[in-house]
């Protein structure tokens, strides 16, 4: 299914965050840069996991109305 791949690699973007959040830490010459990026993939991840959930919803019979 398309969407166990695309949280698949949503994870993995929340993995690179955390290397870079962790590199951010040991360079401080780089830090504030990387803080940046990491917080960006960070929440290209969220949107990623976003995307599967609005599309999956109506397949699982959940409605925008029900909520």
């Known amino acids: 299914m398309p969407s166990i791949a695309i ?8 993995d690179v965050s955390d290397r870079l959040d962790a590199l951010a830490g040991q360079h401080s010459l780089f830090s504030e840069a ?17 995307l599967v959930a609005t599309k999956t919803a109506p397949l ?8």
């Open 34 to 50: 990387l803080i940046g990026i990491s917080g960006s993939v960070r929440n290209t991840a969220t949107l990623l996991e976003v």
């Open 7 to 14: 949280l698949h690699e949503a994870q993995q973007l929340r």
């Open 60 to 67: 699982l019979g959940f409605h925008s109305t029900d909520a």
